[in-house]
């Protein structure tokens, strides 16, 4: 079982940037490729990038702009937002699974509860 909690969202203005962190409990996660995505009300959630080991997946969409990274020692995951855009307000949820392919589906084992990112113009 893995829990995951994330946190740093806020609301900032367009061109800042913000941190999000995904915090996982459990022994085996580790193991485990963590992502993270974002949902509007009434549209599907999106893949945004994701991580396994040190390899690492970035959806086209935020390329260039946001960066995932994992600190194994503190059983934490990043999400390095730049540049952010009123389009980029979203809730952002980290998720984790033994199979980056079920990750990028958006079928992952695990979520976290979701924390709001709100950019004002």
């Known amino acids: 079982q893995v829990t995951l909690v994330e946190s740093g969202g806020g609301l900032v203005q367009s061109g800042d940037s913000l941190r999000l962190s995904c915090v996982g409990s459990?022994?085996?996660?580790?193991?485990?490729?963590v992502g993270w995505f974002r949902q509007t009300p009434g549209k599907a959630r999106e893949f945004l990038t994701l991580?396994?080991?040190?390899?690492?997946e970035v959806a086209d969409s935020v390329k260039g702009r946001f960066t995932i990274s994992r600190d194994h020692a503190k059983n934490t995951v990043y999400l390095q937002m730049n540049s952010l855009q009123p389009e980029d307000t979203a809730v952002y949820y980290c998720?984790?699974?033994?199979?980056?392919?079920?990750?990028?589906?958006?079928?992952?084992?695990?979520w976290g509860q979701g924390t709001q990112v709100t950019v004002s113009t």
């Open positions: 991580i396994e080991w040190f390899r690492t």
């Open positions: 459990g022994r085996t996660f580790q193991k485990y490729a």
């Open positions: 998720a984790a699974d033994q199979l980056a392919d079920d990750l990028r589906a958006g079928v992952p084992d695990f």
